[in-house]
């Protein structure tokens, strides 16, 4: 198929993770991920009095954008670990680091939670990248009741980050994910495209200065996702009667 170039060049072309076969290329400009990290940074409330335990790699958007150029333009220290996936050795590292901060999947923290012996504690956890329920929230929250805990919600399309819950509220709505971040916009379509009352399930859209420029190389799956500036996550979700976000699942079973 024919390429069209946009008509400002990409800073990233990141591989979608959502994706079987042969992976999307999303095309996100230094506009997408400023726009995206300064509103990570309004609510992520890391300084540099703070060290970040950084253990996924940085090819995953969430990475990236949310711990990696975050971290950077708040100061905070960084340490990596790159090993195999071992919660009981990350347990050791945050200690042995003296680490504040920490980002992974509700099946890695729900795996330290059931780990953790010692009293040591985090002050910021954010949890990202799988549907999380209410129960492995309530298990993560009370392995560790000192931290700070966000439940966020993102796809590498919206470069990544798109939604976030309060810590204060996460107790209490830890299978939500919140709130629009500052730039984002949502509005959840039936099938018919219409938008759904409150507590019905649609599909997620998404719209803002953080969404991609499109698939590269890929004008026909870019025409699909992208239409009248608003961006279609593949995501089933609704919103509660308070305006939280909840993801249900994806639409094509993926």
């Not at 409330?45 to 711990?67: F, K, N, W």
């Not at 950077?72 to 071992?86: D, E, H, P, Q, T």
């Not at 759904?196 to 719209?207: A, R």
């Amino acid at each position: 198929s024919a390429y069209i170039q946009p008509d400002i060049c990409p800073a990233l072309i990141m591989c979608t993770s959502g994706t079987t076969g042969s992976p999307k290329g999303a095309m996100l400009t230094q506009a997408n991920l400023i726009t995206n990290i300064s509103d990570i940074a309004l609510y992520f409330d890391m300084d540099s009095s703070d060290t970040i335990l950084i253990a996924r790699p940085l090819y995953h958007c969430a990475v990236l954008t949310g711990e990696f150029l975050t971290a950077l333009v708040k100061g905070v220290k960084i340490r990596f670990y790159s090993g195999a996936f071992n919660p009981e050795l990350i347990l050791k590292l945050l200690k042995d680091y003296s680490i504040t901060a920490f980002c992974g999947t509700p099946t890695l923290l729900s795996l330290m939670a059931r780990f953790k012996r010692k009293t040591y504690d985090l002050k910021h956890i954010s949890i990202s990248g799988e549907c999380m329920s209410f129960e492995t929230g309530t298990r993560i929250a009370e392995a560790f009741p000192s931290a700070d805990i966000y439940h966020v919600y993102g796809l590498t399309e919206a470069c990544p980050r798109v939604s976030y819950l309060p810590p204060h509220m996460f107790r209490e709505y830890a299978d939500f994910a919140g709130f629009p971040l500052k730039s984002v916009s949502l509005k959840i379509l039936s099938d018919d495209g219409t938008e759904v009352k409150k507590g019905e399930i649609g599909m997620l859209w998404v719209k803002g200065d953080n969404v991609m420029q499109g698939y590269y190389k890929n004008p026909e799956k870019t025409s699909e996702v992208l239409k009248d500036g608003w961006l279609c996550t593949g995501d089933l979700a609704l919103f509660n009667t308070q305006g939280l976000l909840k993801i249900i699942g994806r639409s094509d079973d993926l």
